[in-house]
T-cell receptor, first 114, second 117 residues
């Protein structure tokens, strides 16, 4: 079945450091890929998405490129801030085969120190 | 514009009891999905309702059920609670069918945290 694997956390970085959170997926169809972020005590918020191969999603300085050849959707940011501290979830949906349910990775906790 | 509202935010139950959680979607949204979040299993899909009909269901036992009303508000019910049901239950709404790449973006509530003793 479809699945998502994320790099394990927690990840601790200093402010202005470069961020990469790895995400790989297994899917039989043509999934859409997402990154969600969960700040402490809050629900999940969509950070960015990509719906087909080679699409790049971007938002708030974060980027991720849908790589079908490596089945990856790694999240990157050039310069993190303390306010980026949160848990990041990679997810996919195979809408046409499995409806709208999201399949999530385990989440990666990011802590940014000043 | 009000977001997704879940009630109650926190609740404590004992084994064998049942619980009902409520979700009010964003105004105009017709789809409501439910997810369970636990430290061990992460985020898992429970079910999705659209126009009062269950469209999709995850791999949970029949103790987990839900429904959607004509105003799109949704409830989920867990009967005969077990310790393992302790979790954060997240509701998400979308304008149309969840996952539709153009209009199916999910908006999540803050969740209902259930503790089973």
């Amino acid at each position: 079945g479809n699945s998502v694997t994320q790099m394990e956390g927690p990840v601790t970085l200093s402010e202005e450091a470069f961020l990469t959170i790895n995400c790989t997926y297994t899917a039989t169809g043509y999934p859409s890929l997402f990154w969600y972020v969960q700040y402490p005590g809050e629900g999940l918020q969509l950070l960015l998405k990509a719906t087909k191969a080679d699409d790049k999603g971007s938002n708030k300085g974060f980027e991720a490129t849908y790589r079908k050849e490596t089945t990856s959707f790694h999240l990157e940011k050039g310069s993190v801030q303390v306010s980026d501290s949160a848990v990041y979830f990679c997810a996919l949906t195979d809408y046409y085969n499995q409806g709208g349910k999201l399949i999530f990775g385990q989440g990666t906790e990011l802590s940014v120190k000043p | 514009k009000a977001g997704v509202t879940q009630t109650p935010r926190y609740l404590i139950k004992t084994r064998g009891q049942q619980v009902t959680l409520s979700c009010s979607p964003i105004s105009g949204h017709r789809s409501v999905s439910w997810y369970q979040q636990t430290p061990g299993q992460g985020l898992q899909f429970l079910f999705e309702y659209f126009s009062e009909t269950q469209r999709n269901k995850g791999n949970f036992p029949g103790r987990f059920s839900g429904r959607q009303f004509s105003n799109s508000r949704s409830e989920m019910n867990v009967s005969t609670l077990e310790l393992g049901d302790s979790a954060l239950y997240l509701c998400a709404s979308s304008i149309t069918i969840a996952g539709d790449t153009n209009t199916g973006e999910l908006f999540f509530g803050e969740g209902s945290r259930l503790t089973v003793l």
